[in-house]
């Protein structure tokens, strides 16, 4: 949304803008003396109200980006997907209090995978304590669900493709979609849902010996 009309008011105290507003590109007077100068820009019609004018607006949006390789046990890939996701309200929530409430000194968040045996519903509601959509898959090797290494910020935006997780297939099956979550342990119902996404175009078929390598791309964008 781009910026429609606004003003600058500087002065050693604070002005009626109603009452001052007729004195374009001159001095604001209160009590018969002058208390500042206002600057009206923008074409803004003398004698309006400055609250007639709006400020700028931003509607800002977080969303996060996964790739997804498949690679036999040859290295090999067998099939690639880009998707996006949901981002929960709890996650949501997480972004404004750590922001500008809480704070949180040492995140850990974990990627985890959606199993493709049922096709995934999400919803903003979800939490892992409930998603009735969808179902976690942990057929592979690895003890635990795999850290999310972010690097460096940059551009509203941080990935962890310098340290992607890499999950090795233990059990031919399908793969739906992957989440991130604050809790490292498989099928734990604890922790912050941050947000889920499922492959554009379907579960994709893994076998044992396969590995998938997950980057995960987060965005907060106007």
């Given at each position: ?8 008011v500087?002065g050693p105290e604070?002005?009626n ?17 002058v ?6 820009k923008?074409g ?8 007639a004018?709006?400020y700028?607006?931003f509607e800002?949006k977080a ?14 890939i067998k099939?690639?997907?880009?998707f ?10 997480t972004?404004l ?12 968040w ?12 999400y ?29 460096t910020?940059?551009?509203g935006a ?6 992607r ?20 342990v ?11 996404g499922?492959?554009?175009?379907g ?8 590995t ?8 907060v964008?106007?």
């Amino acid at each position: 949304m781009g910026m429609e009309s606004f003003a600058v008011v500087s002065g050693p105290e604070s002005v009626n803008m109603n009452a001052n507003a007729g004195l374009a590109s001159s001095e604001v007077r209160t009590g018969g003396r002058v208390a500042g100068t206002l600057s009206v820009k923008s074409g803004m019609a003398a004698g309006r109200s400055i609250d007639a004018y709006k400020y700028r607006q931003f509607e800002v949006k977080a969303h996060t980006e996964y790739h997804v390789e498949a690679r036999d046990s040859n290295g090999r890939i067998k099939w690639a997907e880009d998707f996006g996701n949901l981002v929960t309200t709890e996650g949501l929530n997480t972004l404004l209090d750590a922001t500008f409430k809480t704070g949180i000194a040492e995140p850990a968040w974990f990627v985890g995978l959606v199993d493709g045996a049922q096709d995934p519903v999400y919803a903003a509601g979800d939490v892992m304590a409930a998603h009735a959509g969808w179902i976690e898959n942990v057929d592979y090797e690895e003890l635990v669900r795999l850290d999310f290494t972010p690097g460096t910020i940059t551009g509203g935006a941080v990935d962890n493709s310098e340290a992607r997780a890499i999950f090795t297939i233990t059990k031919d099956g399908s793969i739906a979609g992957c989440f991130l979550t604050s809790d490292a342990v498989k099928e734990a119902t604890d922790g912050i849902l941050y947000g889920v996404g499922a492959f554009t175009g379907g579960a994709r078929n893994v076998e044992t010996g396969d590995t998938l390598r997950v980057t995960s791309t987060l965005t907060v964008e106007d």
